[in-house]
């Protein structure tokens, strides 16, 4: 057996396996699905099974586009088996029981709710028999009617209440299905990290739970929903006590054949839609052009109609351009349409079969009652319950069609609940973090990055020593790689190649969230959230989001006191974003909401996204900063104090370093306050040492100093 990892560091190296001795080769095994392995025989999983579905017909390595209705082929028949086998029960279980009383309701009801209809013509015949027999006997009476009339009604009032009672009941069970599987569609999206979300894969399966969970919102549980089985069932129930009716009223030839012809007459245009419709399904797959164009079609309408975008559309003279662009996608839409609408239009869908066969199948029917002694009321019923079974196995139809497509997305997003955000370690390979005195020390050999779907590296054989406490500052020209290092450095990506220790263990080890509760960082392109000044501070420790002294701390710490108190509702005051969505969904906004926000100049916002970081950075147990271009929307007074107040909380009183510093800067006067300097040039760092060690080499950071100030020798 594996010997547990110790989480101490003098005892880590002694338990781990010998393969782990060596941090620096240590490989994550690659992350293959299992449907790689699995494919062409059967699926494994509900991933397997989704991906398989995906293919497009005859075209191998080509895949539907999300949402994409699934032809209806055997293989996908199989398909659609497998998953309503591992998945379904095991959803419906999760749905039940968040409200069991209720949902074992809603079932019983829709059954009852089901046999109203077999009931419904049953009393209507009796009625008729009863009049029937009342005006044959000559012994009709007013008070006799009234009678039969208000049993009618009485029937039908409970009827309604218990329609009512079953569609409030159904709202609450619907209202907590819905709620369960949104909330689990935010937690895939806030779970899921940078380069789980970067495979497009993911992102297929992410847009298809995302249908999934959309089939859920209005009244019902939607047309696609799986849960349709419940409609099934109902549907089957209807047409069982139909049946039932039909075969206890059925005697004699003459019967037999209002049966066929009703039959044939109410099914004939349930077979010809369904063979349109196949005809639909069948060339439905969106192609890729398709779905592009539609893409593009609803992101140039969005750019018309956001403020956000309104200036700049007025000062490049974006107007013409837009509408040009958008004509020509929603043409290409409209035309892809196009068959659809023709077939609809068809002669064959004009040409109203079914009534045309309703009037000739009344000619037999007067005639057996002409001839027969059966009651009106007994033949009314029977051919109405023959009508119902053949509307009711139509809806069966079309339901279990809509449900055959809704399988797909459910197993979408089952899987989606089961993806690895690909960050987070084998369990057998985690390093729970421990704390260095002083800082974090950094080791970087031969390191090497390449974006997804990139063939030249951002990064490429970087390497570099940072002892615990140091402060690093990293320059460079613009695209060199300083972000990209950066991201490798806060685990928001992983490296590829070579290796990076942090306190002497393979970064990659590290549990990403427990690492992160361990440093403060800001990006370059840091966010600016669309909420109050507190909130946007607060998110750097959401823990003390709502602790005023922490906040009020972390704002003096970024000298942003006078900015604060220089806006109409201090902390308090709404902050105008870039971009601003609401505008885009007209109605999810009063204007009077909008009014209110408070627009930031670029320093402003550099300064709250400081006071952020401070946040998190004057924490204890936070050893490691990292800054990306911090004040380079500052002037050089502010610069200083944010540089000073750096130094302040990265030491002790009597002047020890507490935390390792890198910032990234292009201001280069900021980068001689720092114990090293790293210069980086293409990917990688050309120059690594103190300021005054790189002056005297005279290299690229020199002439860059000195293009800055032409005074340094
Ligand atoms: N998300 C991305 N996908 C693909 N390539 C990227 C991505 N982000 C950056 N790159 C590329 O990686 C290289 C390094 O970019 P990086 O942002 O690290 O440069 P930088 O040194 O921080 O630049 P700057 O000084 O302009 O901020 C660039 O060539 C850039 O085009």
């Given amino acids: ?125 009796l009625i008729v028999d009863e009049l029937q027999t009342l005006i044959a006997s000559e012994s009709f009476t007013w008070s006799r009617l009234l009678y039969l009339v208000s049993t009618e009604v009485f029937r039908r009032v409970v009827e309604g209440c218990l329609d009512a009672f079953a569609a409030s009941n159904e709202t609450v069970v619907l209202g907590s299905a819905r709620f369960y599987i949104e909330y689990k569609q935010m937690e895939q999206r806030v779970r899921l990290d940078v380069p789980t979300m970067a495979d497009p894969t993911v992102r297929s399966l992410l847009q298809e739970s995302d249908l999934f969970a959309r089939s859920f919102t209005g009244g019902g549980f939607g047309m696609l929903s799986p849960l349709e089985f419940i409609h099934v069932f ?64 609803e992101r140039l309408r969005n750019l018309a109609y956001s403020d956000a975008h309104r200036p700049e559309i007025a000062l490049f003279g974006l107007g013409d351009w837009i509408l040009k662009s958008w004509s020509s996608a929603r043409k290409f839409v409209l035309a892809s349409e196009q068959p659809l609408y023709a077939r609809n239009m068809s002669v064959l869908d004009q040409f109203n079969l079914n009534e045309l066969l309703s009037a000739v199948q009344n000619i037999p029917l007067l005639l057996v009652f002409q001839s ?40 979408a997003f089952t899987a989606s609940t089961k993806l690895r955000p690909k960050l987070n370690p084998r369990h057998e390979d985690t390093v729970h973090y421990t704390p260095v005195p002083g800082g974090v020390d950094i080791c970087a050999k031969n ?182 271009e911090p004040t380079s929307a500052l002037d050089a007074h502010a610069q200083n104090q944010i540089f000073d107040t750096l130094e302040k909380i990265s030491r002790t009183p009597s002047g020890d370093r507490l935390k390792t510093i890198i910032f990234i800067t292009h201001r280069l006067s900021t980068a001689r306050r720092a114990d090293k300097v790293a210069m980086m040039e293409n990917g990688t760092i050309t120059e690594f040492g103190t300021h005054e060690e790189l002056i005297k080499k005279n290299g690229a950071y020199a002439s860059l100093y000195r293009a800055l100030d032409p005074a340094v020798e």
């Avoid at 594996?2 to 002694?14: E, K, Q, V």
């Avoid at 009716?245 to 007459?265: D, E, Q």
């Avoid at 009321?377 to 449900?403: D, E, Q, W």
């Fill in 234 to 297: 109902s549907l089957m129930t209807e047409i069982c006590s139909h049946l039932f009716l039909i075969a206890s009223l059925t005697r004699g030839m003459s019967h037999i054949g209002i049966l066929l012809l009703s039959v044939f007459s109410t099914l004939l245009p349930v077979f010809l839609s369904w063979f349109t419709c196949s005809r639909d399904q069948a060339e439905s797959p969106t192609s890729t052009k398709e779905a592009r164009a539609a893409d593009r079609q």
């Fill in 1 to 125: 057996m594996r010997p547990p990892l110790s989480y101490h560091s003098n005892m880590r190296h002694r338990m781990i396996p010998r393969r782990l001795l060596f941090p620096a080769d240590f490989q994550l095994p690659p992350r293959t699905s299992s449907s790689a392995k699995h494919s062409k025989t059967e699926p494994q999983t509900a991933y397997d099974a989704w991906l398989e579905s995906r293919q497009m017909p005859g075209q191998p390595g080509v895949f539907l586009v999300p949402g994409a209705p699934r032809p209806l082929t055997w293989a996908n028949v199989r398909l659609a088996l497998f998953i309503t086998q591992t998945c379904t029960t095991e959803f419906l279980a999760v749905l039940w029981r968040l409200n069991p009383l209720r949902t074992t309701l809603m079932m019983s009801l829709n059954i009852v709710r089901s046999l109203f209809p077999a009931f419904r013509g049953y009393s209507q015949a």
């Fill in 447 to 628: 390191l090497s990055y390449t974006y997804p779907g990139c063939n030249e590296p951002a990064l490429k054989n970087v390497n570099f020593t940072l002892e615990a406490g140091e402060m690093l500052a990293i320059v460079g020209y613009n695209g060199s790689g300083k972000s990209t290092l950066a991201k490798l450095l806060l685990r928001i990506v992983d490296y590829d190649k070579g290796s990076l220790l942090v306190n002497g263990v393979d970064i990659r080890r590290y549990n990403p969230a427990e690492y992160h509760s361990h440093l403060s960082a800001i990006f370059q392109g840091f966010s600016k959230f669309s909420s109050t000044v507190k909130e946007n501070i607060g998110v750097g420790n959401v823990e003390k989001i709502g602790y005023k002294p922490a906040i009020e701390t972390a704002v003096r710490l970024a000298e942003a006191e006078n900015l604060v108190k220089s806006l109409p509702n201090g902390l308090k005051t709404m902050l105008e974003t870039p971009g601003h969505e609401a505008i885009s969904y007209p109605g999810m906004l009063s204007p009077e909401d909008t009014r209110h926000r408070h627009g930031l100049s670029g320093g402003e916002w550099q300064r709250i996204a400081l006071a952020r970081a401070f946040m998190r950075a004057n924490e204890p147990g936070v050893d490691f900063l990292l800054f990306d």
């Fill in 372 to 411: 027969s002694t059966t009651s009106l009321g007994s033949l009314t019923v029977y051919r109405s319950s023959i009508r119902s079974v053949v509307y009711a196995f139509g809806n069966l139809v079309t339901t279990i069609k809509m449900g055959f497509q809704g399988v797909f997305l459910m197993s």
